[in-house]
């Protein structure tokens, strides 16, 4: 494909509900990161794959997010039971190589919980 | 862990002016260092690295410098033109994380 490509594009949920976000990295790509941003801040890093091992979950911010990668190319972020706190944009990244390698974004999912 | 501080955070240029962003980080063994701009709707785009064993890095109008005793990095734009106008991340990257931390960002304003 020709970049990273996310779904849906908005996303609005009710306090409680639980989310799902798509994210098809560039074909080939090692690597997967889940950014968060929040409005006017820069994106804050959630979870890191390498094909499909999860190597660093350090910033999902609590137990009810959840991502996985289980064929080592399309991800999902869940988000269980939703808050409104966890209102931001959610990043996508991939890049070829394991580390320190030039990250590509998608364009984001904007999730608004009401 | 590793902390990016970015400024400014807001700079207006006139078109043709330089602009300048600069970020101090944190972790000295932070070894891989990409800019980002972001337009509005849009997910960040990578407009330009480097890398700790070098000091300056340019490409057309753009230009990045890297201060590793002094643990700071700065983007330098040149003959600034209106479609640059836009928010400005840098990055920095632990060793071995793969993860990027971001600085706060800058909103660019070019006026014609």
């Known amino acids: 494909g020709a970049g990273v490509s996310q779904s849906p594009r908005y996303k609005v949920a009710k306090r409680g509900q639980d989310v799902a976000l798509r994210c098809d990295p560039i074909?080939?790509?090692?690597?997967l990161f889940w950014y968060q941003q929040a409005l006017g801040q820069g994106p804050e890093f959630l979870t890191y794959?390498?094909?499909?091992?999860?190597?660093?979950k350090s910033g999902l911010p609590s137990d009810r997010f959840f991502a996985e990668r289980p064929e080592g190319s399309v991800s999902t972020l869940k988000i269980q039971r939703t808050q409104q706190e966890d209102s931001a944009v959610y990043l996508c990244?991939?890049?070829?190589?394991?580390?320190?390698?030039?990250?590509?974004f998608g364009d984001g999912t904007r999730l608004s919980i009401l | 862990g590793e902390n990016v501080e970015q400024h400014p955070s807001t700079l207006s240029v006139q078109e043709g002016d330089s602009a300048v962003i600069k970020c101090t980080y944190s972790d000295s063994a932070s070894n891989y260092f990409p800019w980002y701009k972001q337009e509005l709707g849009k997910g960040p785009q990578l407009i330009i690295d480097?890398?700790?064993?070098?000091g300056e890095k340019k490409d057309q109008r753009i230009a990045v410098t890297l201060n590793k005793t002094a643990k700071h990095f700065s983007l330098h734009i040149t003959e600034t033109q209106p479609e640059d106008s836009a928010v400005y991340f840098c990055a920095a990257s632990p060793p071995d994380t793969g993860k990027l931390i971001f600085g706060q960002g800058t909103t660019l304003q070019v006026k014609p």
């Open positions: 794959f390498q094909n499909e091992a999860q190597l660093d």
């Open positions: 480097i890398r700790s064993n070098v």
């Open positions: 990244a991939s890049s070829f190589g394991p580390s320190n390698q030039p990250q590509h």
């Open positions: 074909s080939g790509h090692v690597s």
